[in-house]
């Protein structure tokens, strides 16, 4: 696979993964989702899970199975985000390597086109999920208050990177905010 298949997303969803409902996840035939940790669920230095997230996680629980997967080696935060949200997790995946992804895979039991791996950075989410075969989401970051105002350096240079390397950010299926039931789109 080239690196402009492999830094580009199947969906870019518009915001976070809070938008993320039961109807795109059925829309795309997903039974899983690998769900990066920091700056997808929580700010980076955050240490809990906001309501927000988990009444989001309970709403699509009954649909997907979910697995953390978090480059980040502190089991007191990460441990603590997935225990408040009741779902396994693996550290230290060193993303974008795929050996804790390839765990997570095995402990679902789906077929790898069934999962969905949803992450904000294109160089580790993206990347590993792609090399994988998976269905790949990138979303808005979330990001804490006191670092809202400043612009997103990592994130802007990864996008300025893979489009010097032909990898447009127009997602392989398409963007979307969320699914209209009455179009079916």
């Known amino acids: 696979m080239r690196w402009n298949n492999l830094l580009k997303p199947n969906l870019i969803l518009k915001g976070s993964v809070l938008n993320l409902?039961?109807?795109?996840?059925?829309?795309?035939?997903?039974?899983?989702?690998?769900?990066?940790?920091?700056?997808?669920?929580?700010?980076?230095r955050v240490a809990s899970a906001s309501v927000e997230l988990q009444q989001w996680v309970e709403q699509i629980r009954p649909s997907v199975k979910l697995w953390l997967v978090s480059n980040n080696l502190s089991d007191t935060r990460i441990g603590g985000i997935a225990r408040s949200l009741n779902l396994p997790y693996f550290l230290g995946a060193a993303k974008p390597s795929r050996r804790k992804i390839r765990q997570a895979l095995k402990a679902m039991n789906l077929p790898v086109h069934q999962v969905g791996m949803v992450g904000d950075r294109l160089f580790t989410d993206v990347l590993a999920g792609n090399r994988l075969?998976?269905?790949?989401?990138?979303?808005?970051?979330?990001?804490?208050?006191?670092?809202?105002?400043?612009?997103?350096?990592?994130?802007?240079?990864?996008?300025?990177?893979?489009?010097?390397l032909g990898a447009s950010m127009t997602p392989k299926t398409r963007r979307i905010t969320k699914v209209d039931k009455s179009s079916g789109k």
């Open 21 to 44: 409902t039961p109807d795109i996840i059925q829309k795309y035939g997903l039974k899983g989702l690998v769900l990066d940790v920091d700056e997808t669920l929580v700010p980076i």
């Open 133 to 164: 075969g998976m269905f790949t989401i990138l979303v808005e970051p979330i990001i804490h208050p006191d670092v809202a105002l400043r612009s997103h350096p990592v994130r802007n240079f990864e996008v300025w990177i893979s489009e010097i």
